[in-house]
């Protein structure tokens, strides 16, 4: 990949979630979770998330996230996905979600 500038890296807006809402989704092309997730003052947005083999509905819920917040939206199937959950991507393809190690409050930028 080709180096970025500091200017590059301050375009992409990384903010703090938590998810409040985790659905499954059959109609997405591979395995993935419909999200609507909590951004504080931004609201909630949703986002589809291939992450059904490392986790279950049930532990996502309240889970603090990372998403890119100023993409333009992206249709799957019928759901339009907001942002794009951050996560780090294994050899085999899974998705390990990045996470902050402690409570922050919701909407926060990451820099």
Do not use: H
């Not at 092309?29 to 609201?43: Q, T, V």
């Not at 759901?79 to 991507?89: A, K, P, Q």
């Amino acid at each position: 990949m080709a180096p970025i500038t500091y200017d590059d890296f301050e375009k992409v807006e990384i903010r703090v979630g938590k998810v409040i809402k985790v659905e499954d989704f059959p109609k997405a092309r591979k395995s993935a979770y419909k999200l609507w997730i909590d951004f504080g003052n931004l609201g909630i947005k949703k986002s589809s998330a291939q992450i059904t083999k490392l986790y279950q509905k049930e532990d996502l819920l309240d889970s603090l996230i990372l998403a890119v917040t100023n993409f333009p939206t992206r249709q799957i199937a019928d759901f339009i996905s907001e942002v794009l959950v951050l996560g780090v991507v294994l050899e085999d393809g899974e998705v390990v979600l990045i996470q902050p190690e402690r409570n922050v409050p919701l909407g926060k930028r990451i820099l």
